[in-house]
């Protein structure tokens, strides 16, 4: 068993074929990318900005087989495995555990709203025990923007205390510090060896100062030296100044569709623009938002150079 290790997370963009199937290939290599250069301690794959409910399941099944053959340490990923489908999701969980990649990032079963914290407790139990396997790390998603289904801190405590180091955390997409705080404070965090990552790296170092694990972020595709940055750098005015540089940058991002976004910013830093292709119902940026987010790249002190 190899838990995911803390730190700064992109929740990975997704290549698509003009068919609509998934690039592995160029996934891949993208996870590379951010891993290396990127500036990233680990990848989320086929999340949320990864787009990760439009991604076909035969796709989803092989692509942790992909990143074992090219040998990406399992303590760097974090794969979505959520479904609303519980075999779905058991399926999609037990090929990552089979390709070595345990750290599982699952979304509640989505489709009917208003569930019972007891239904919600027997989904995930169902999942823990149909996938068998005492490696398994399961990091519940609470992102109720996007699912419809908030997760209770009270149903992390049952689950917690059912499953011990099975459940090893949460992402919490809910925008919220406060909400960060509160799982903090019910779970007792990292002294407890439960990782909670924010979605912003705005929290980054509030997070990191009350016990959370550290960000897992749509923007840190393009952002994550600069997170670095704030990270490694001593309290005291030189970070405060670098935290600001990390909230300026959030702040661009959060102007517009935040996949489209990214896979703008990655079609200019690889000059490829097949990146620019979403899966419907997502759209890619208009002209005159690539226009305004240009500019505002352009605007920021960061490493990224958009290219004509």
């Known amino acids: 068993m190899t838990k995911a290790r803390r730190g700064i997370y992109a929740a990975a963009i997704s290549p698509f074929h003009a068919d609509g199937t998934l690039d592995r290939a160029k996934l891949l290599n993208y996870c590379q990318h951010l891993l290396s250069d990127g500036g990233c301690d680990g990848v989320a794959p086929t999340g949320t900005t990864g787009e990760g409910t439009s991604v076909g399941m035969a796709d989803r099944l092989a692509l942790p087989g992909d990143f074992a053959k090219a040998g990406i340490s399992p303590d760097r990923v974090i794969f979505g495995t959520g479904a609303p489908s519980l075999p779905d999701c058991v399926a999609l969980t037990h090929a990552a555990c089979d390709a070595g990649y345990v750290n599982a990032l699952v979304l509640p079963p989505y489709y009917y709203k208003g569930p019972s914290d007891d239904g919600l407790f027997a989904f995930y139990a169902k999942l823990i025990e149909q996938v068998g396997s005492d490696d398994l790390r399961v990091y519940l998603y609470h992102f109720p923007q996007m699912s419809s289904v908030p997760l209770s801190t009270d149903l992390v405590l049952r689950l917690r205390a059912e499953f011990g180091p099975v459940i090893a955390g949460l992402k ?137």
Do not use: C, H
């Open 172 to 308: 919490d997409s809910s925008g919220d510090f406060e909400q960060s705080r509160a799982f903090v404070e019910a779970t007792g965090g990292v002294a407890e060896d439960f990782d909670i990552y924010p979605s912003s790296e705005a929290f980054l170092w509030d997070g990191l100062d009350i016990g959370t694990a550290g960000i897992i972020s749509g923007s840190t595709n393009i952002f994550a030296p600069k997170v670095q940055v704030a990270r490694q750098t001593a309290k005291g005015p030189a970070r405060d100044a670098a935290m600001e540089a990390v909230r300026k940058a959030r702040a661009v991002a959060s102007k517009y569709p935040l996949m489209a976004a990214m896979k703008t910013a990655e079609a200019w830093r690889s000059g490829d623009d097949s990146w620019l292709q979403m899966q419907p119902p997502l759209v890619p940026l208009s002209g005159s938002q690539k226009a305004a987010f240009k500019a505002d790249l352009a605007g920021l002190d960061a490493e990224v150079e958009p290219a004509e």
